[in-house]
Protein backbone atom coordinates (compact mmCIF):
# COMPACT_ATOMS: atom_id res chain seq x y z
CA UNK A 1 0.00 0.00 0.00
CA UNK A 2 1.51 3.27 -1.07
CA UNK A 3 1.12 6.20 1.54
CA UNK A 4 -0.62 10.23 0.76
CA UNK A 5 1.70 12.22 -0.86
CA UNK A 6 2.68 15.43 0.42
CA UNK A 7 0.09 17.46 -1.94
CA UNK A 8 -2.46 15.10 -0.86
CA UNK A 9 -1.73 15.96 2.68
CA UNK A 10 -2.47 19.55 1.90
CA UNK A 11 -5.55 19.24 0.61
CA UNK A 12 -7.02 18.25 4.50
CA UNK A 13 -5.15 21.13 5.67
CA UNK A 14 -6.42 23.57 2.89
CA UNK A 15 -9.68 22.11 3.84
CA UNK A 16 -9.80 22.68 7.49
CA UNK A 17 -8.72 26.70 6.85
CA UNK A 18 -11.78 26.77 4.58
CA UNK A 19 -14.46 24.93 6.66
CA UNK A 20 -13.72 27.17 9.65
CA UNK A 21 -13.26 30.24 7.04
CA UNK A 22 -16.53 29.57 5.30
CA UNK A 23 -18.66 28.70 8.18
CA UNK A 24 -17.45 30.94 10.92
CA UNK A 25 -15.67 33.64 9.25
CA UNK A 26 -12.78 33.22 11.77
CA UNK A 27 -9.84 31.18 9.45
CA UNK A 28 -8.21 28.62 11.59
CA UNK A 29 -4.01 28.62 12.19
CA UNK A 30 -2.08 26.00 11.64
CA UNK A 31 0.18 24.98 14.38
CA UNK A 32 2.19 21.74 12.87
CA UNK A 33 1.80 18.50 10.62
CA UNK A 34 3.91 15.86 11.38
CA UNK A 35 3.87 11.79 11.52
CA UNK A 36 1.66 10.64 14.73
CA UNK A 37 3.67 8.33 17.30
CA UNK A 38 1.65 6.81 19.93
CA UNK A 39 -1.21 8.46 21.67
CA UNK A 40 -2.51 11.10 19.00
CA UNK A 41 -3.02 14.71 21.06
CA UNK A 42 -7.03 14.65 20.54
CA UNK A 43 -9.78 16.01 22.44
CA UNK A 44 -13.18 15.25 23.57
CA UNK A 45 -15.45 15.00 20.68
CA UNK A 46 -14.23 13.24 17.50
CA UNK A 47 -16.28 12.98 13.99
CA UNK A 48 -14.43 9.52 12.13
CA UNK A 49 -15.07 8.73 8.56
CA UNK A 50 -13.64 5.84 6.98
CA UNK A 51 -12.65 4.83 2.93
CA UNK A 52 -12.95 2.67 0.91
CA UNK A 53 -11.91 2.17 -2.88
CA UNK A 54 -9.01 3.09 -4.20
CA UNK A 55 -7.57 4.71 -0.46
CA UNK A 56 -8.23 2.84 3.20
CA UNK A 57 -8.27 4.01 6.16
CA UNK A 58 -10.17 6.90 8.13
CA UNK A 59 -10.36 10.53 8.93
CA UNK A 60 -10.51 11.86 12.89
CA UNK A 61 -11.48 15.15 13.69
CA UNK A 62 -11.16 15.83 17.19
CA UNK A 63 -11.94 19.06 18.86
CA UNK A 64 -12.97 20.36 22.75
CA UNK A 65 -16.87 20.64 23.81
CA UNK A 66 -15.96 24.79 23.80
CA UNK A 67 -15.15 24.99 20.35
CA UNK A 68 -18.05 23.08 19.12
CA UNK A 69 -20.05 25.57 20.86
CA UNK A 70 -18.53 28.70 19.91
CA UNK A 71 -18.68 27.73 16.52
CA UNK A 72 -22.66 26.46 16.89
CA UNK A 73 -23.06 30.13 18.58
CA UNK A 74 -21.43 31.56 15.52
CA UNK A 75 -23.57 29.55 13.09
CA UNK A 76 -26.63 31.19 15.68
CA UNK A 77 -27.37 27.79 16.80
CA UNK A 78 -28.60 27.99 20.73
CA UNK A 79 -28.91 23.99 21.05
CA UNK A 80 -25.53 23.37 22.84
CA UNK A 81 -26.50 19.80 23.65
CA UNK A 82 -23.58 16.95 23.94
CA UNK A 83 -25.91 15.47 20.52
CA UNK A 84 -25.42 18.36 18.57
CA UNK A 85 -21.72 18.85 19.24
CA UNK A 86 -21.20 15.38 18.31
CA UNK A 87 -23.02 16.33 14.84
CA UNK A 88 -21.33 19.19 14.75
CA UNK A 89 -17.95 17.29 14.87
CA UNK A 90 -19.14 14.77 12.49
CA UNK A 91 -20.23 17.21 9.95
CA UNK A 92 -17.04 18.61 10.08
CA UNK A 93 -15.16 14.92 9.61
CA UNK A 94 -17.82 14.16 6.53
CA UNK A 95 -17.33 18.19 4.61
CA UNK A 96 -13.44 17.31 4.80
CA UNK A 97 -13.60 14.02 3.82
CA UNK A 98 -16.04 14.83 0.74
CA UNK A 99 -14.51 17.83 -0.40
CA UNK A 100 -11.03 14.99 -0.07
CA UNK A 101 -12.66 13.37 -3.33
CA UNK A 102 -12.17 16.06 -5.72
CA UNK A 103 -8.42 15.54 -5.38
CA UNK A 104 -8.43 11.48 -4.46
CA UNK A 105 -10.48 10.70 -6.84
CA UNK A 106 -14.37 9.65 -7.21
CA UNK A 107 -13.19 5.93 -6.84
CA UNK A 108 -13.26 6.92 -2.90
CA UNK A 109 -16.00 5.76 -1.33
CA UNK A 110 -16.95 7.72 2.03
CA UNK A 111 -18.83 6.27 5.11
CA UNK A 112 -21.49 8.32 7.25
CA UNK A 113 -19.61 9.78 10.02
CA UNK A 114 -19.79 8.23 13.46
CA UNK A 115 -19.15 10.40 16.71
CA UNK A 116 -17.29 9.37 19.93
CA UNK A 117 -17.62 11.55 22.98
CA UNK A 118 -14.23 10.87 25.06
CA UNK A 119 -11.25 10.90 24.19
CA UNK A 120 -10.35 8.40 20.92
CA UNK A 121 -7.90 5.72 20.62
CA UNK A 122 -7.07 6.57 17.34
CA UNK A 123 -9.04 4.03 16.51
CA UNK A 124 -7.66 0.65 14.30
CA UNK A 125 -4.52 2.55 12.41
CA UNK A 126 -3.94 1.79 8.29
CA UNK A 127 -0.60 3.40 8.63
CA UNK A 128 2.08 2.92 11.92
CA UNK A 129 2.26 7.00 11.41
CA UNK A 130 -0.48 8.26 10.12
CA UNK A 131 -0.74 12.49 9.54
CA UNK A 132 -1.39 14.36 12.28
CA UNK A 133 -2.65 18.20 11.93
CA UNK A 134 -2.97 20.50 14.48
CA UNK A 135 -4.53 23.32 14.98
CA UNK A 136 -5.91 26.87 16.50
CA UNK A 137 -9.09 28.11 15.59
CA UNK A 138 -10.65 31.15 17.67
CA UNK A 139 -7.95 30.56 20.84
CA UNK A 140 -9.51 26.36 21.30
CA UNK A 141 -6.86 23.72 19.85
CA UNK A 142 -8.04 20.80 17.16
CA UNK A 143 -6.67 17.91 15.59
CA UNK A 144 -7.35 16.26 12.45
CA UNK A 145 -6.20 12.72 11.69
CA UNK A 146 -5.04 11.66 8.25
CA UNK A 147 -4.64 7.60 8.36
CA UNK A 148 -5.20 6.67 4.73
CA UNK A 149 -3.23 4.53 2.02
CA UNK A 150 -3.39 3.96 -1.80
CA UNK A 151 -4.37 0.53 -2.34
CA UNK A 152 -2.06 -1.23 -5.13
CA UNK B 1 -48.60 34.33 -4.58
CA UNK B 2 -48.98 31.35 -2.66
CA UNK B 3 -46.11 30.41 -0.26
CA UNK B 4 -43.34 28.18 -1.85
CA UNK B 5 -42.85 25.00 0.34
CA UNK B 6 -39.52 23.76 1.39
CA UNK B 7 -38.82 20.43 2.30
CA UNK B 8 -34.99 20.02 4.33
CA UNK B 9 -33.14 16.66 3.70
CA UNK B 10 -29.67 16.54 5.34
CA UNK B 11 -28.25 13.83 8.37
CA UNK B 12 -26.83 16.43 10.40
CA UNK B 13 -29.01 18.00 12.99
CA UNK B 14 -27.10 21.42 13.06
CA UNK B 15 -27.18 21.42 9.11
CA UNK B 16 -30.71 21.12 8.84
CA UNK B 17 -31.38 23.64 11.77
CA UNK B 18 -28.94 26.10 10.00
CA UNK B 19 -31.31 25.91 6.50
CA UNK B 20 -34.12 26.00 8.44
CA UNK B 21 -32.99 29.19 10.41
CA UNK B 22 -32.25 31.18 6.84
CA UNK B 23 -35.47 30.22 5.61
CA UNK B 24 -37.58 31.26 8.61
CA UNK B 25 -35.37 34.92 8.93
CA UNK B 26 -37.58 35.63 5.94
CA UNK B 27 -34.63 36.48 3.83
CA UNK B 28 -36.21 34.16 1.05
CA UNK B 29 -39.54 35.93 1.23
CA UNK B 30 -42.37 33.37 1.24
CA UNK B 31 -41.48 30.67 1.64
CA UNK B 32 -42.95 27.48 4.73
CA UNK B 33 -40.98 24.87 5.75
CA UNK B 34 -42.79 21.87 5.20
CA UNK B 35 -40.26 19.33 6.55
CA UNK B 36 -36.91 18.37 7.97
CA UNK B 37 -35.71 14.44 7.17
CA UNK B 38 -32.84 13.01 8.26
CA UNK B 39 -32.20 10.93 5.07
CA UNK B 40 -33.84 9.81 1.23
CA UNK B 41 -36.83 7.61 3.04
CA UNK B 42 -37.61 10.05 5.19
CA UNK B 43 -37.91 12.52 2.61
CA UNK B 44 -40.12 10.38 0.24
CA UNK B 45 -42.52 9.97 3.03
CA UNK B 46 -42.47 13.69 3.79
CA UNK B 47 -42.99 14.48 -0.08
CA UNK B 48 -46.19 12.17 -0.19
CA UNK B 49 -47.60 13.93 2.89
CA UNK B 50 -47.18 17.89 1.20
CA UNK B 51 -45.59 17.97 -2.48
CA UNK B 52 -42.48 20.36 -1.67
CA UNK B 53 -41.97 23.00 -4.51
CA UNK B 54 -37.89 23.00 -3.48
CA UNK B 55 -35.61 20.72 -1.61
CA UNK B 56 -32.41 20.91 -0.51
CA UNK B 57 -30.54 17.46 -0.63
CA UNK B 58 -27.88 16.29 1.05
CA UNK B 59 -26.14 13.34 -0.94
CA UNK B 60 -24.13 11.34 1.70
CA UNK B 61 -26.74 10.01 3.92
CA UNK B 62 -27.61 6.55 5.61
CA UNK B 63 -30.61 4.01 5.13
CA UNK B 64 -31.27 6.06 1.58
CA UNK B 65 -28.99 8.70 0.41
CA UNK B 66 -29.52 11.66 -1.99
CA UNK B 67 -28.64 10.38 -5.37
CA UNK B 68 -30.90 7.37 -4.86
CA UNK B 69 -33.55 9.58 -3.40
CA UNK B 70 -33.50 12.05 -6.12
CA UNK B 71 -35.08 10.13 -9.02
CA UNK B 72 -38.10 8.63 -6.47
CA UNK B 73 -38.97 11.93 -5.13
CA UNK B 74 -38.97 13.46 -9.13
CA UNK B 75 -41.41 10.76 -10.02
CA UNK B 76 -43.88 11.74 -6.90
CA UNK B 77 -43.57 15.46 -8.07
CA UNK B 78 -41.55 15.76 -11.22
CA UNK B 79 -42.01 19.87 -10.90
CA UNK B 80 -40.23 19.95 -7.53
CA UNK B 81 -36.62 21.55 -8.02
CA UNK B 82 -33.89 20.54 -5.81
CA UNK B 83 -30.94 21.94 -4.59
CA UNK B 84 -28.48 19.22 -3.65
CA UNK B 85 -26.27 20.74 -0.69
CA UNK B 86 -22.73 18.53 0.06
CA UNK B 87 -19.25 17.66 0.60
CA UNK B 88 -19.24 15.81 -1.67
CA UNK B 89 -18.07 18.79 -4.55
CA UNK B 90 -16.24 16.71 -7.19
CA UNK B 91 -17.23 17.52 -10.63
CA UNK B 92 -18.13 13.95 -11.50
CA UNK B 93 -20.54 13.58 -8.54
CA UNK B 94 -22.31 17.10 -9.37
CA UNK B 95 -22.96 15.68 -13.03
CA UNK B 96 -24.30 13.08 -11.84
CA UNK B 97 -27.06 14.64 -9.41
CA UNK B 98 -27.76 17.53 -12.41
CA UNK B 99 -28.38 14.26 -14.50
CA UNK B 100 -31.01 12.61 -12.14
CA UNK B 101 -32.81 15.53 -12.23
CA UNK B 102 -31.29 18.27 -9.63
CA UNK B 103 -31.69 22.06 -10.37
CA UNK B 104 -28.52 23.48 -8.59
CA UNK B 105 -25.61 22.27 -6.55
CA UNK B 106 -24.16 24.00 -3.55
CA UNK B 107 -20.97 22.36 -1.82
CA UNK B 108 -19.92 22.34 1.95
CA UNK B 109 -19.08 24.04 3.88
CA UNK B 110 -21.70 26.96 2.77
CA UNK B 111 -22.40 30.28 4.14
CA UNK B 112 -25.52 31.75 4.93
CA UNK B 113 -25.09 33.89 2.64
CA UNK B 114 -24.24 31.15 -0.56
CA UNK B 115 -27.16 29.25 0.62
CA UNK B 116 -29.70 32.39 0.33
CA UNK B 117 -28.28 32.89 -3.74
CA UNK B 118 -28.96 29.81 -4.74
CA UNK B 119 -31.95 29.16 -3.07
CA UNK B 120 -33.27 32.54 -4.23
CA UNK B 121 -32.47 31.42 -7.96
CA UNK B 122 -34.17 28.41 -7.37
CA UNK B 123 -37.44 29.96 -5.99
CA UNK B 124 -37.49 32.76 -8.80
CA UNK B 125 -37.38 29.80 -11.45
CA UNK B 126 -40.08 28.34 -9.54
CA UNK B 127 -42.50 31.12 -9.38
Known amino acids: MAALKESDLRLFVDSVRRYFDVTSRIAPEITSAFLGVGTLPGHDFNGIVRFSGRFIGHVIVSLPAAALKELLLIQRETNLSQANLLDAVGEIANTLAGNARKTLGKDLEISVPTVVHGRSSGDTRTRAHPYVITFRWNTYPGMVCVDLAEVG | ?127
Open chain 2, 1 to 127: MSSMKLLVVDDSNIVRSRIARVVQSGALGEVTLIGLARNGEEALRAARHAAPDVVTMDLTMPEMDGLECIPALLALHPKTRILVISALDDKSTAIRALRLGAHGFLPKPFSDDSLQLALTGLLDHQS
